[in-house]
């Protein structure tokens, strides 16, 4: 059939095909969400204009794909604010539904984020804490170094409120050291 040498190539042709294939299906971006959106979002965001960054957050939407699920978090993120955990809620669903087994920079750590974020305004800190230490998990294996060090400063915040300092410390000076790795 296949003498070794043959056989030596074909694994090899399998491997090269099996990483591209597992990196496409992990990769997913929004180039409509560039600095310029950004920068028009974070201002809206930031004097509390919250309809006004929500109408801005469904152009997103209206893209579908890796765009709708950044527009979804972009939404919950600006009900965080007052706390309605079930609008939080039904925007992060779709955000996670919409991006699947795909990784996105800015969609898969804040459904985590924000998904920790209900549960310590609910006074679940335990569960808070798992979805924060997910996202360190998950930040540090896509080398996404901002959201790693959040995660441990959200972290630290939570153990902090669990009168846990021990474990709160560790965090905070692995969240400096992450942060201090920071080039931006």
Do not use: W
């Not at 090269?16 to 990196?23: E, G, I, M, N, Q």
């Amino acid at each position: 059939m296949f003498n070794q040498f043959q056989l030596k190539g074909l694994l090899l042709l399998l491997l090269v095909c099996s990483s591209l294939l597992t990196k496409a299906q992990h990769d997913c971006s929004c180039a409509s969400y560039n600095k310029s959106f950004r920068d028009q979002y974070e201002a809206l965001f930031s004097m509390r204009k919250l309809d006004s960054a929500r109408l801005l957050s469904n152009s997103l939407i209206k893209q579908k794909g890796c765009c709708e699920a950044a527009g979804n978090i972009l939404v919950a993120n600006t009900f965080l604010i007052d706390k309605q955990f079930d609008s939080i809620g039904k925007f992060v669903d779709r955000a996670e539904k919409l991006i699947g087994n795909n990784y996105d920079t800015l969609v898969s750590p804040e459904i985590l984020r924000l998904r920790g974020a209900v549960a310590a305004g609910k006074a679940d800190l335990d569960k808070a804490a798992s979805y924060y230490a997910e996202g360190i998990e998950q930040s540090k294996k896509h080398q996404n170094l901002k959201y790693a060090a959040r995660f441990c400063n959200e972290l630290s915040h939570t153990y902090g409120s669990m009168n846990k300092p021990e474990p709160s410390l560790k965090f905070l000076k692995e969240g400096a050291a992450i942060a201090e790795q920071i080039k931006d």
